[in-house]
């Protein structure tokens, strides 16, 4: 089960963001922006053998004790990043993966959406497909392996 999910665009400003405990929400955000360094890193190490590989999921980012970041970055750079509870660990590398297909599926059915403006943040009540994509979220936080 996701606990947060967002979406960073190629400059490294949030599209959208979203945490299921509200309480928690400056945690995630920070979790988030500090993987970014992790993502860089990664993406950089794979240097030109990133332009030729299809699959563009970045794995584990990092572990901390109660939560577990992991990274997803699309052809045009922008990041994906999603922590996942720690406790939960039926939770496996390939359903972790699938998850990032769907929400890459999603956000690419927002970026075909003519009123849509990329670059700007995804927010569910001005698109009827921002709404689709904050949906599919929130199936994804909700969906229990």
Do not use: W
């Not at 577990?68 to 496996?92: E, H, I, P």
């Not at 403006?117 to 995804?122: A, H, L, Q, Y």
């Amino acid at each position: 089960m996701a606990v947060c999910v967002a979406v960073i665009a190629k400059e490294n400003y949030p599209l959208y963001i979203r945490s299921t405990p509200t309480e928690n929400e400056l945690k995630f955000h920070y979790m988030v922006h500090t993987s970014l360094d992790v993502v860089d890193e990664k993406i950089s190490a794979m240097g030109k053998a990133l332009v030729d590989q299809r699959e563009l999921y970045l794995g584990l980012l990092y572990p901390t004790e109660d939560y577990k970041v992991y990274g997803y970055v699309t052809n045009s750079k922008v990041k994906f990043v999603m922590v996942v509870d720690s406790s939960n660990t039926a939770l496996r590398d390939n359903e972790i993966r699938s998850m990032f297909r769907k929400l890459h599926n999603s956000y690419t059915d927002v970026m075909c959406n003519p009123f849509y403006n990329p670059g700007d943040r995804i927010q569910s009540r001005f698109v009827s497909l921002g709404r689709a994509f904050d949906n599919m979220v929130t199936s994804m936080m909700i969906q229990v392996c």
